[in-house]
């Protein structure tokens, strides 16, 4: 069974609660240790958290191969401090081993505790976090938060809903090299696969794709370099070069199909082997759909519509996003909406797969209601907009800050120009600086793989800024108390100084 943390302190380890931070220090690293030291010592945080991460990991682990695990609470720092860095696997597995206040809030003490993370320790226990256990995370820390901000428990929560795009690692997409992509990964794996069955098929595995790769790289070239003067010999030229790359993939795909055909007859294939070639398949499928739609767009002159078109062969989750922002044509990955309050805690998110922000605006106000009732009004921009989101947002907020598109009738014009409408407008912004900080601690790209990974990366990501918020006020409050202190010591040596004068 994993230990949720060893409370039994050792030589030379200093209690959590005991750890002191540098607070002249700029860096990030100090204030999301606060934060997380403020979860630790706060009972009616602490204790749900625990108690969710004790529910929904530790039976995830198997208990038979005699080994305990990384303890609960270790998990769910590192994984916080990896996305408030911003930083890869690498990093953070540099930092838990060297890093010593880091250490210290893992429960290490600074001498005699050799304990050593492994890099894939590390991401195979960071990946046990749920998207679902992290959202439940989320909603305990964000109360806890607005214990040190609101003045009153009764008070209401205003919110700023807006969408910004996270995008995922992949480079732009052709169709060109898409194929390649697929092509290079079923000719590797294929490589793979016959040798661990001793056919030697693929054993010329890198030659051939350096061949598909410079059909390819002419294919690129004919089409750069006729396309400020196109002639009927340019086009002929392209044609031509495509119609040898489509060959050259067709060859190897052909080959494929008969030693895979003969390696999956073999009855004594492995597991392993089985799932290799299942993964084979997906490539070939993608690899004949490029083929396809180079044939439609080059050789027959079709356009190929928008729906049957992939980015990524490896997130196929990818979406095409323009927003019309300058200097941003276009972006590679999926829309996000978050759900700020005037505290500026983010009380609820959700990522939009081929979803639009007028499809989600009442559902995101009622799941945040869901979590925090208090929550009475809310402001959008106008992507927010449609008739029937401004009827039934009527009926569950108080107060309605969605602006409207096109011209506005006498009555939408006075809801517009009211006190707290306005008011509202002016402050929607600041939810800008939410996405900022979310963007600048981890959400500019994902780093995580597939769909599930992506939503714990954004899960996690919401956990890490809330966390940091809170290591903020603290860490403002601590200066507060610091200069008062140091603003009375200057009054008593003054008044002292004035007695010896006189």
């Keep these: 069974m994993r230990e949720t943390i060893n409370q039994q302190l050792k030589f030379g380890q200093v209690d959590i609660s005991q750890i002191k931070f540098d607070l002249k220090s700029r860096d990030d690293m100090p204030k999301i240790l606060r934060g997380l030291q403020h979860i630790y010592i706060t009972e009616e945080v602490r204790a749900p958290i625990f108690k969710l991460l004790e529910q929904q990991v530790s039976p995830k682990v198997n208990k038979n191969n005699g080994r305990p695990g990384m303890e609960l609470w270790s998990i769910l720092v590192l994984g916080v401090i990896r996305l408030d860095l911003n930083c890869d696997y690498d990093r953070l597995h540099e930092l838990s081993n060297n890093h010593r206040v880091l250490r210290q809030m893992l429960g290490h003490s600074d001498f005699a505790d050799e304990t050593y993370y492994n890099l894939q320790t590390l991401k195979d226990n960071i990946s046990l976090l749920t998207p679902e256990l992290l959202e439940q995370i989320n909603q305990i820390i964000v109360t806890g938060g607005h214990a040190l901000v609101k003045k009153k428990a009764n008070e209401d929560l205003l919110g700023r809903c807006d969408s910004f795009v996270v995008e995922t690692n ?177 009380l609820h998110y959700k990522v939009m797969e081929k979803e639009t922000d007028d499809k989600i605006t009442v559902s995101m106000v009622k799941n945040s209601q869901t979590k925090f009732p208090k929550l009475r009004g809310v402001s959008f921009d106008k992507g927010f907009h449609s008739k029937d989101n401004q009827e039934e947002l009527k009926n569950i907020l108080d107060l309605v800050a969605l602006p409207r598109k096109g011209k506005l009738s006498i009555s939408s014009k006075a809801i517009e120009n009211s006190e707290e409408f306005r008011s509202a407008r002016k402050k929607h912004s600041a939810v800008e600086s939410a996405i900022n900080a979310l963007e600048v601690h981890g959400l500019d790209v994902c780093r995580d793989r597939g769909i599930h990974g992506f939503k714990r990366y954004v899960a996690l990501a919401v956990v890490t800024r809330n966390i940091h918020r809170i290591g903020d006020i603290l860490h403002k409050q601590e200066q507060i108390k610091i200069n008062r202190r140091k603003a009375k010591m200057l009054k008593v040596a003054d008044a002292i100084s004035q007695q010896q004068a006189a």
């Design 170 to 346: 992949v480079h732009y997409p052709t169709d060109t090299n898409l194929l390649f992509d697929a092509m290079r990964k079923v000719i590797q794996q294929m490589a793979v696969l016959c040798n661990s069955n001793g056919l030697s098929d693929f054993r010329q595995s890198a030659y051939n794709i350096r061949q598909i790769k410079n059909s390819m790289r002419k294919a690129q070239k004919t089409r750069r370099r006729n396309v400020t003067a196109p002639s009927i010999v340019a086009e002929n030229n392209i044609i031509k070069a495509h119609q040898e790359y489509i060959n050259a993939c067709n060859i190897q795909l052909l080959r494929v199909a008969t030693v895979l055909e003969q390696i999956e007859n073999i009855k004594t294939l492995s597991i392993t082997d089985l799932a290799v070639a299942k993964i084979i398949r997906g490539y070939v499928v993608h690899a004949e759909r490029q083929i396809d739609q180079i044939e439609r767009r080059v050789i027959h002159g079709e356009i190929i519509p928008h729906n049957e078109k992939v980015f990524s062969i490896f997130e196929s989750h990818t979406e095409w996003i323009s927003k019309g922002k300058a200097g941003v044509p276009v972006e590679l990955g999926l829309r996000v909406c978050i759900m700020e309050d005037q505290h500026q805690f983010i």
